[in-house]
């Protein structure tokens, strides 16, 4: 565990970005998140960790109602974004999408050009007043996913065709290019290799600085690297919420202990 | 005999398998290491008697006619046939056949009887000398496979090898047959063309078929353009088409992402149901609902339309045509990984949003394969349009007119008096022919199309 760089972390504000208070999540008869309490702060890397079936990416996506795209799953209890309630009836959860971006664990490059990849986002919300517009909004988010160097003389070839590195770095453009406000990430490197888990990791960080980004990971030493908040989730219980470096050096809950010594999981 | 004989061979087939087995099995429970199980061994010396006994067995009973035809023909008696035509000497077989079998007719010549007697005799003793081929033959294999039981015979290797045999056989089976259906058209195509030429058919707008067969029939003085036909065949698949297309493409769409769990229930069976409805049922309903109403409309606004209309065959074959299409932009859709769908709600693009940008691109090679055979079937489908569209060729694009199609001129050639040697038959070949490369070119149109798409998408 020598990466394990637990050095003082800086949280760059408390200001709490999306607050959950009492959240249960049902898929049919299966309790998937019993009554889940937590605040994702702003401008912050809150890792979700904890065991496979553990309902961190069940409720990774309940931030951004992709559960309402499951036919049987019911989200009970409040979630509010800015302090909005996001599961009220007032909310367009397409506008809420946009809002909140999610990148997945498998790159899902569309079957179009790198650049309406990118372009996507941005024309279904008529975010680019024209052609120039929207080429700026795209250059600017390949160049914070660190893609624009790659990518910038094959714009017109297909995402497909991409590496998987570049191809997660390409939907990870994709979904900063409607500038969200959150970020979700669902395991973003589990199909990468270690060289392109080291660029998303590094572009993680970088991301910090203008979103509220929350990232579920099962590699404890990928959350210890670039969260300052890690959850931990077992049995579909939220176990342990805190600062990264205690949580890991210190935690308070036997079952956080075990899981990052190995001994459950 | 037939029978006995294929009795003989499945008696010899098992006997070769269990000897085979037994033997092998004796070997290994003396101690002996074999390569293959007893039951490869038992299995190698089935297939051994059993293919090429079969094969014999096949090729008997086919060249056992007309060997036997030819021995009793050439053994009548001198000058009985001398200065008789092809035709008539193949009547007289015939005849000497169906005597033979019992059916005698007035009072045959002498010679005929004799030869119908020697008809009879001759199948005995083939039938006879076939069941003592068959039994002699199995024998030797029996034998031959009876000797190659050693521990290091390699059965199943054997086995394999006449497995995929069997298996490379039956994959070609419906090829050749293919290939032969090409060449009997080809063929009689091209005695069509002996008496009409290739200009006149392909370039002609004019088709009047029905000439005299016979001398004394009065009929047409006949015109074999196929113009108009085919102008009839393309106006009715553009009609089916245009309807078909656009409902079949919504009805698929809304099923796969905006219908609910309940109606996908209800409404998927029902259209696999409808497609599974017989076209005559479709041509009835064509020809009793559909076109009376047309014609009832019609006469509301004073358009005067004929009772056999383009538009009436066309949009009810296009009612055919929608499950087939629906079902395959259904897979079509369905095939499309779910994590672009759930890519581009997660951006947040509405349901219509991500139907429309993403995944029906990602859809399109399945869905225009399946248009493209849809066509295909529109080309090809014969009884809707024997029963709803008219007999006479015009050339016209008018829907609301009486047209005609390549399937119904077929049809109409073939009904009635037929004769192998006048142009009014042979024609429905070349129709047939030239259905056959259309039909031929759209599908590997089709498969190309997917081919191409498929390459950009993945």
Redesign the interface.
Known sequence: MEDLRLTERLVGTDEVKIQARGVNVYYGESHAIKDVDVDILDKTVTAFIGPSGCGKSTFLRCL?R?ND?I?NCRVTGSIRLDGQDIYDRSVDP??????V??V?Q?P?????SIYDNVA??PR??GLARSKADLDEIVEKSLRRAALWNEAKDRLDQ?G?GLSGGQQQRL?IA??IA?SPEVLLMDEPCSALDPIATAQVEELIDELRANFSVVIVTHSMQQAARVSQRTAFFHLGNLVEYGETGQVFTNPRDPRTESYITGRIG | MTLFAFALLFAATVAAYMLNRAAAASLARRGERLHSLATFHGGFAALVVLLPVFLVILLWLLFQGPVISALVMGGLPEGVLDGLGKGEVSLIAAEIQSIAAGQVFGTPEPWKLEAAERLVRLRATSGTLLVVTVAALSVVLLFLARRTVAPEFRARHGVERMVLGILVFCSTVAIFTTVGIVLSLIYESWQFFRLVPITEFLFGTNWEPQIPIRADQIAGAGAFGWLPVILGTVVITVIALAVSVPIGLFSAIYLNEFASRRMRAVVKPVLEILAGVPTVVYGFFAVLTVAPALRAAGAEFGIPISPNTALAAGSVMAIMLIPFISSFTDDALAAVPRALRDGSLALGATRGETMLKVLFPAAIPGIVGGILLAVSRAIGETMIVVMAAGLIATMTINPLDSVTTVTVQIVTLLIGDTSFDNPKTLAAFALGMMLFIVTLGINILALRIVRKYRELYD
């Open positions: 951004n992709m795209t036919d397409v506008q809420l999408r946009a809002q971006g999610m997945f498998k899902n490059p569309f079957p179009k996507y986002g279904i919300h297909p497909t939907c994709r979904a409607t």
